[in-house]
T-cell receptor, first 111, second 112 residues
């Protein structure tokens, strides 16, 4: 059974800092890994999708990497802003359309 | 257009009521999903439809009844719910297979 772990559970940083969120998964037989952002009481916004054959994806200030063999992914956020404050969720997709989510990292960026 | 819409935004219902949640997308996606999310927890998959046919049911109680009347629309019919069913219900869509999932804003359901 696939299990996804995200560390840390919560993170508070000052504005402008670069930061890294971590995601690990137990079964390396994945098709893809997706990073989402969720604001309180809202739906999920897809940030980046990394296919199993890829090593990284970039979008603006965000960079996500994937090391499938070691079961790890990182989300790098450059020059953090207060608007980046949200919960960040990592999810992996295996042999079906099913996504398995981690519990998320709650990020607070202080002005 | 990468938008998934859900109605209503909020729903309060009694345990004897029957209600329905609606989800719509016009991205040409042929896979659609229902997730349930409790407070401070990650989303949990309930159902998956591929090409308008139910492909995954994660052992969801029969008081939740999904329906996919066409490739753009997904419904979740609710009947005789319990207070513990109160949660945020999220709809998502994607291309079939290994593909990016797009989520709607959710319906906040409260069962009294």
């Amino acid at each position: 059974k696939q299990e996804v772990t995200q560390i840390p559970a919560a993170l508070s940083v000052p504005e402008g800092e670069n930061l890294v969120l971590n995601c690990s998964f137990t079964d390396s037989a994945i098709y893809n890994l997706q990073w989402f952002r969720q604001d309180p009481g809202k739906g999920l916004t897809s940030l980046l999708l990394i296919q199993s054959s890829q090593r990284e994806q970039t979008s603006g200030r965000l960079n996500a990497s994937l090391d499938k063999s070691s079961g790890r992914s990182t989300l790098y956020i450059a020059a953090s802003q207060p608007g980046d404050s949200a919960t960040y969720l990592c999810a992996v997709q295996g042999g079906s359309e099913k996504l398995v989510f981690g519990k998320g990292t709650k990020l607070t960026v202080n002005p | 257009d990468t938008e998934v819409t859900q109605t209503p935004k909020h729903l309060v219902m009694g345990m004897t009521n029957k209600k329905s949640l609606k989800c719509e997308q016009h991205m040409g996606h042929r896979a659609m999903y229902w997730y349930k999310q409790k407070a401070k927890k990650p989303p949990e998959l309930m159902f998956v439809y591929s090409y308008e046919k139910l492909s995954i049911n994660e052992s969801v109680p029969s008081r939740f009844s999904p329906e996919c009347p066409n490739s753009s629309l997904l419904n979740l019919h609710l009947h005789a719910l319990q207070p513990e069913d109160s949660a945020l219900y999220l709809c998502a869509s994607s291309q079939v297979g290994s593909a990016e999932q797009y989520f709607g804003p959710g319906t906040r359901l409260t069962v009294t």
